[in-house]
Nanobody
Framework: VPLQAYGGGLVQAGGSLRLSCAAS????????MGWYRQAPGKQRELVAL???????HYGESVKGRVTISRANAKDTVSLQMHSLEPEDTAVYYC???????????????WGKGTLVTVSS
């Protein structure tokens, strides 16, 4: 798995948490990096993503409470979350569209996921 996520854990409602994800291996370019989450019994949903040009997209349920950033030189993406609510409890997955070589059209990779639990 070329994506490794860090930073999940238990936090109280109203608290903050930062997730990070690093891509590894042979990388020519990464077009998009982002975070998705899946709560028990629910579908996976977008939290935030950032393109190589810096375009940002946020999920409606987290807008104003999260900030995504990317360090292109390090092939990493971070998600800073504030004002966390119990409804934010989920497994958070890092995602990246990675090209391994110039002739490679790329494919989407998923990290293993990191659990975020927000207690009330």
């Amino acid at each position: 798995v070329p994506l490794q996520a860090y930073g999940g854990g238990l936090v109280q409602a109203g608290g903050s948490l930062r997730l990070s994800c690093a891509a590894s291996g042979s990388i020519f370019s990464i077009n998009v990096m982002g975070w998705y989450r899946q709560a028990p019994g629910k579908q996976r949903e977008l939290v935030a993503l950032i393109t190589s040009s810096g375009e940002l997209h946020y999920g409606e349920s987290v807008k104003g409470r999260v900030t995504i950033s990317r360090a292109n030189a390090k092939d990493t993406v971070s998600l800073q979350m504030h004002s966390l609510e119990p409804e934010d409890t989920a497994v958070y997955y890092c995602n990246a569209h990675i090209r391994r070589a110039m002739e490679d059209s790329g494919m989407s990779y998923w990290g293993k996921g990191t659990l975020v639990t927000v207690s009330s």
